[in-house]
Nanobody, 123 residues
């Protein structure tokens, strides 16, 4: 089974940018659709973005559309989340996950999860 591993989190000021990466140990990520999720303190985990196996189809939560971009490089076995114009409400632990479900674009059917990386945006 695939084991996602996130990196790239950190602390930035509002308006700044970060790029998260998700690599994998075990099987290749190209066999899976991939998604990014986040969980803020005291809140439920929420869907952020998803991408199909080839990178040709993506979907985003309304709260991040126009600011975040999900992409993948299957040759490097890595998925990315470019986050621009960050806001304090983007503060959360960000998780990368892998799916073989038809519902992946809506944030459903993710079976393999990373440990998460913290993103903190200060005002």
């Amino acid at each position: 089974q695939v084991q996602p591993v996130e990196s790239g989190g950190g602390s930035v000021q509002a308006g700044g940018a970060l790029r998260l990466s998700c690599a994998a140990s075990g099987r290749t990520l190209s066999n899976y659709a991939m998604g990014w999720f986040r969980q803020a303190p005291g809140k439920e985990r929420e869907f952020v973005a998803a991408i199909n196996w080839s990178g040709s189809i993506t979907n985003y939560a309304d709260s991040v559309k126009g600011r975040f971009t999900i992409s993948r490089d299957n040759a490097k076995n890595t998925v990315y989340l470019q986050m621009n114009n960050l806001k304090p409400e983007d503060t959360a632990v960000y998780y990368c996950a892998a799916s073989r479900s038809a519902g992946y674009l809506l944030g459903r059917g993710y079976d393999y999860w990373g440990q998460g990386t913290q993103v903190t945006v200060s005002s």
